[in-house]
């Protein structure tokens, strides 16, 4: 690989300025000076390991024989690992143009690496007051998120006081609130099941009245079949039996009125009450 033959200034280290937070100072921008002393027309190109938190401009370019460029190194206002101080660092890598070649990003593609010039140059961060973060900078920034933290530690001990203050009142009126609850809840199941226990009386009465009903038709079975014997035994003579035939039917029926009429109307208020509690 052929010597670089690019004068570079500075020559080994780009200074950049960084906070105590580790943030990139905005605005700060370092400049790095590029100078073809040759009679050659040389292309360039200018890398770093972290693309995305430096703007370059130019970042590559073509320098005629005895000319300079200078080059602009922005900061991205970005957080800065302290892990990867170490790591940033930038490459200025130059070719001789080959005679007749006009398409720069051409020659690029085409050049063997043996004809590539590297130069690389490692970065150094400073802080506000030119101290290298890397050792004073980093305690006094240390010292700083010390104090900050103390503050806010201060600050939060009233409202921490006021914080289980209101918990302790909410917790009481939670016990209230559920005391009266509870109370709301054993009277609703008492209402409750007080109209069970009624409607499950009803419902018995309906049953019974019911199986009174089924008797009473038994008993005029019987009295419909002791009526036939009658018919049968007095012969042709038509007004014993219309006379036996009329008087059981009528007392049969005039005692089974009261009973039905009383099966229907439990019937009734059981349905009643059914759709009151429902």
């Known amino acids: 690989?052929?010597?670089?033959?690019?004068?570079?200034?500075p020559q080994n280290e780009l200074k950049f300025k960084v906070d105590y937070s580790g943030l990139f100072e905005q605005g700060c921008t370092t400049y790095m000076r590029l100078t073809n002393p040759s009679n050659?027309?040389?292309?360039?190109?200018?890398?770093?390991?972290a693309p995305k938190k430096y703007c370059v401009r130019?970042?590559?370019?073509?320098?005629?024989?005895?000319?300079k460029v200078e080059i602009a190194i922005t900061p991205q206002?970005?957080?800065?690992?302290?892990?990867?101080k170490h790591k940033h660092k930038f490459m200025v890598q130059s070719v001789v143009a080959p005679e007749g070649k006009t398409n720069i990003d051409q020659v690029w593609k085409e050049i063997s690496p043996d004809q590539l010039m590297d130069y690389k140059l490692k970065?150094?961060?400073?802080?506000?007051?030119?101290?290298?973060?890397?050792?004073?900078?980093?305690?006094?920034?240390?010292?700083?998120?010390?104090?900050?933290?103390?503050?806010?530690?201060?600050?939060?001990?009233?409202?921490?006081?006021?914080?289980v203050e209101g918990l302790i009142q909410n917790e009481a009126k939670r016990k209230d609130d559920d005391h009266t609850t509870?109370?709301?809840?054993?009277?609703?199941?008492?209402?409750?099941?007080?109209?069970?226990?009624?409607?499950?009386?009803?419902?018995?009465?309906?049953?019974?009245?019911?199986e009174e009903e089924s008797k009473l038709r038994h008993?005029?079975?019987?009295?419909?079949?002791?009526?036939?014997?009658?018919?049968q035994a007095g012969g042709g003579d038509g007004r014993i039996t219309r006379?036996?035939?009329?008087?059981?039917?009528?007392?049969?029926?005039?005692?089974?009125?009261?009973?039905?009429?009383?099966?229907?109307?439990?019937?009734?208020?059981?349905?009643?009450?059914g759709k009151f509690l429902m």
């Open 1 to 9: 690989m052929p010597n670089q033959v690019l004068t570079i200034d």
């Open 40 to 49: 050659d027309t040389v292309l360039f190109k200018i890398k770093t390991t």
């Open 58 to 67: 130019p970042n590559s370019g073509v320098l005629e024989p005895n000319s």
């Open 77 to 84: 206002p970005v957080y800065v690992d302290p892990n990867e």
């Open 123 to 163: 970065c150094v961060f400073e802080s506000p007051r030119g101290a290298n973060p890397n050792d004073a900078g980093d305690n006094v920034a240390q010292t700083e998120l010390t104090k900050k933290r103390s503050a806010v530690a201060d600050e939060a001990k009233p409202s921490t006081k006021d914080a």
């Open 182 to 210: 509870g109370a709301k809840t054993t009277l609703t199941f008492t209402k409750s099941d007080n109209a069970e226990t009624d409607l499950h009386k009803a419902t018995l009465e309906v049953i019974h009245l019911r």
């Open 219 to 231: 008993e005029n079975l019987q009295l419909k079949e002791e009526l036939l014997r009658l018919r």
């Open 243 to 273: 006379a036996h035939s009329y008087g059981p039917e009528k007392n049969a029926q005039v005692a089974l009125m009261p009973w039905l009429a009383t099966a229907v109307g439990m019937a009734l208020l059981g349905i009643i009450i």
